[in-house]
């Protein structure tokens, strides 16, 4: 064999080695026969090609091209599963896109339904998009961050205001308020300091009154007692026979108002009698007549006889009837 053949030979080796090694890197092996399917996304992020494809974990295949459908914009993934491997026909089963990690890598979990029929090879399979923890931190973190953003301008006002409230040269800030309540501390200890010894006096003063309380316990303890026994008395006085009683005397008193408002017996017609009231008056008038009388002419209801009295008694008579006074 010729050094020529030799350099061919090698050549056609290294060059068969090396694509069987690129392809068994990507995990891609060209002696097991493949069966392809079809799943059309709406989007595809981080899905590759020969990233994998599993069932419940285990992996049954590779991604295989990917194309745009130029007129729905959809993207259309092509799985190239092993030979063996029967996918239910029913709509329960469908390709899922998942991520495998924090950095948005997906890859295709088949969902497997039941059914007695399979899918068959270059079939669609019905599809769904799971997004990632990312985008459903995203999701949940979107309104929070829009209260976030509605609050901010409220929360610089409020942080300006504190801001302003602890300001130095605010009349009405917390920094004149610190400086009025050590001017009043400092007044007050000046007037501590000024009345120290009548202060003293005041405490010894309560001091003694405490004391004296302290001695005269058992006294207040009898004062105590003997209004407890008041009360005890009161409480076991027959207050309910009282309260009976004069609720009784007051139902009477009732009784006789109402007989004599209705008229009845010698109050009630003095009250109610118009005719009663029609004589009173009269008597009144007519005595007021008769005591008239009586001062005017009281010869007419008094005798005396005097010696010579009679006869000039009747000369007034005869003379008041001539006149009429």
Not at 170 to 191: C, D, Q, R, S, W
């Amino acid at each position: 064999m010729t050094n020529q053949a030799k350099v061919g030979i090698f050549s056609t080796v290294t060059v068969i080695v090396f694509i069987l090694g690129f392809y068994f890197l990507k995990g891609t092996n060209l002696f097991v026969r493949k069966n392809v399917y079809y799943a059309v996304y709406k989007r595809v992020d981080g899905l590759y090609k020969s990233n994998m494809v599993d069932v419940n974990g285990f992996p049954v295949g590779k991604v295989g091209d990917m194309e745009r459908n130029p007129v729905t914009g959809d993207i259309v993934v092509q799985l190239d599963l092993d030979k063996g491997v029967q996918i239910p026909k029913t709509d329960s089963t469908y390709a899922s896109l998942i991520s495998t990690d924090f950095l948005g890598s997906k890859k295709v979990r088949l969902v497997f339904g039941n059914s007695s029929t399979f899918y068959e090879d270059g079939d669609t399979i019905n599809t769904f998009f799971k997004k990632d923890l990312t985008e459903q931190l995203g999701e949940q973190i979107d309104p929070i961050m829009g209260d976030v953003r509605h609050m901010l301008p409220s929360l610089d006002t409020t942080i300006g205001g504190i801001k302003y409230l602890f300001d130095e040269n605010n009349p009405k800030g917390i920094y004149t308020t610190l400086n009025g309540v050590n001017e009043a501390i400092a007044k007050i200890n000046v007037i501590l300091a000024q009345n120290q010894s009548t202060l003293q006096l005041t405490l010894k003063n309560l001091e003694s009154i405490t004391g004296n309380i302290e001695k005269n316990n058992s006294a207040i303890t009898a004062i105590l007692k003997n209004a407890q026994n008041v009360t005890d008395s009161l409480q076991q006085a027959n207050l309910k026979q009282m309260v009976e009683n004069l609720n009784s005397t007051i139902g009477q008193v009732n009784g006789v108002l109402k007989d004599i408002n209705a008229g009845k017996g010698t109050l009630g017609k003095i009250v109610k009698s118009d005719e009663l009231y029609t004589k009173v008056d009269t008597a009144v008038g007519n005595l007021n007549v008769l005591l008239k009388d009586i001062k005017q002419r009281p010869y007419r209801y008094i005798t005396i006889n005097v010696l010579g009295a009679k006869k000039a008694e009747e000369r007034r008579a005869k003379k008041y009837d001539e006149s009429g006074k």
